[in-house]
């Protein structure tokens, strides 16, 4: 690492949405561990900013109060890009980082990636190396180009080397190191076993299905209506809790869906949302983060979606993917039939310890 003169190190961590809060909540907490005199400095870009999506989680995880509030909020994705990288740009002068962090594959994780890159600050990018092929998902291409601009790439599966090396990614930039969601996910599970979420909404634990949908090929355009009538019907059969994020929710507004027989809830705290998914019967999402969580979980989970970045989730045997396809929804008691009635084991290093993994690198480097 170039420094100058010795000094202690100076990192700066941008997170913007619900699952960088997450991602990166390990990371921070076991660098403050490992470099205690460094400096810390948490940039919240405000692309996700309702109390629901963003402060419960922050609290939750126990993540100190960012010191920098960008506060870009909603937009095109031109303009969201657009004003992170012209509201950290002068955060990054001002804070002089050595290191800057991003997690995962949202409109902030590349215009912090890029913005960085740009003033020369070395960049580390958690999750690297995920890959749907499917350059029309703008996560796809979030992760192609901060995968490129970052000097250290953490691994979460295997799948990754493969990925990055057919770009060009050199094999010194990659450390496999585990899953820091799943870090989250096992530090909480005291809390989340206790919290008995599905009783106080009413439901049995292991007999409801658990639904999130938010994606705009999905919620954005004329699949919506068909999803929320194939929900229904398939709540005829099992009880079906939606929590419905704030995209969806202004969707089924605009196009007045009926919804009979599903239970709509606001989004969920994280230790409520991990106690409802850890007992559900089954789960059906257009998520990333739910697929890893429910094969670690043992959970079935069934993705409506025509591919998946996770790939490392269906070879577990939790996930199948249904594809784009509201019409797959009927189809769900049938296949839950065919799940696995045992839990597979989790997939290498998802075992709490990858953000240790991370500070081992990060901590390497002040002394490098
Ligand atoms: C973003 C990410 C997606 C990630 C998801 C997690 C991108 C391109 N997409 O999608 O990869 O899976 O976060 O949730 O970065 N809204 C609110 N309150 C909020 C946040 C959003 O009302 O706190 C509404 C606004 O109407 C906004 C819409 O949700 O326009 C979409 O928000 P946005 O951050 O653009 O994308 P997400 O769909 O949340």
């Not at 100058?4 to 403050?32: E, H, S």
């Not at 809390?191 to 639904?211: D, I, K, N, Q, S």
């Not at 490392?312 to 839950?336: E, R, Y």
Request: aromatic content about 4%.
């Amino acid at each position: 690492m170039r420094r100058v003169l010795w000094r202690p190190m100076r990192i700066v961590y941008v997170v913007g949405t619900r699952p960088n809060f997450v991602k990166t909540a390990p990371v921070i907490g076991a660098l403050r561990t490992r470099l205690p005199e460094g400096r810390h400095a948490i940039v919240h870009t405000g692309q996700h900013y309702d109390r629901l999506m963003s402060e419960i989680f922050l609290e939750e995880l126990g993540v100190p109060a960012p010191d920098h509030m960008l506060e870009v909020g909603s937009g095109s994705h031109a303009q969201q890009t657009a004003l992170v990288m012209e509201r950290l740009a002068p955060v990054l002068e001002e804070e002089r980082p050595d290191l800057v962090v991003v997690p995962g594959d949202v409109n902030s994780t590349l215009a912090a990636a890029l913005t960085a890159a740009k003033l020369q600050v070395p960049v580390a990018h958690i999750e690297s190396g995920l890959r749907s092929f499917d350059r029309t998902m703008p996560e796809e291409l979030n992760r192609i180009v901060t995968d490129q601009l970052s000097d250290y790439l953490f691994l979460h599966s295997d799948e990754a080397i493969e990925n990055l090396r057919a770009e060009g990614i050199a094999a010194e930039r990659m450390h496999f190191v585990g899953n820091t969601m799943i870090d989250t996910l096992v530090a909480l599970e005291a809390r989340f076993r206790a919290a008995g979420t599905a009783r106080r909404l009413g439901v049995e634990p292991g007999r409801y299905a658990l639904v999130t949908l938010h994606r705009p090929a999905l919620v954005d355009g004329p699949l919506l209506p068909e999803t929320i009538e194939r929900l229904a019907a398939l709540a005829r059969e099992i009880p079906v809790v939606f929590p419905v994020h704030p995209r969806t929710r202004e969707m089924m507004e605009e196009v007045q869906a009926k919804h009979p027989g599903l239970q709509l809830c606001e989004p969920l705290g994280y230790v409520d949302f991990l106690s409802l998914l850890a007992d559900a019967g089954l789960v059906l999402t257009d998520s990333g983060g739910i697929q890893e969580e429910t094969t670690y979980l043992g959970i079935p989970c069934f993705t409506l979606r025509d591919n998946t970045e996770r790939p490392v989730t269906v070879k577990a045997g939790t996930n199948t993917l249904l594809g784009l396809d509201p019409a797959a929804i009927t189809g769900i008691p049938a296949a839950l039939a065919e799940h696995p009635p045992e839990p597979p084991e989790p997939p290498p290093l998802w075992d709490g310890r990858a953000a240790e993994r991370i500070a081992d690198v990060v901590a390497g480097l002040e002394e490098s």
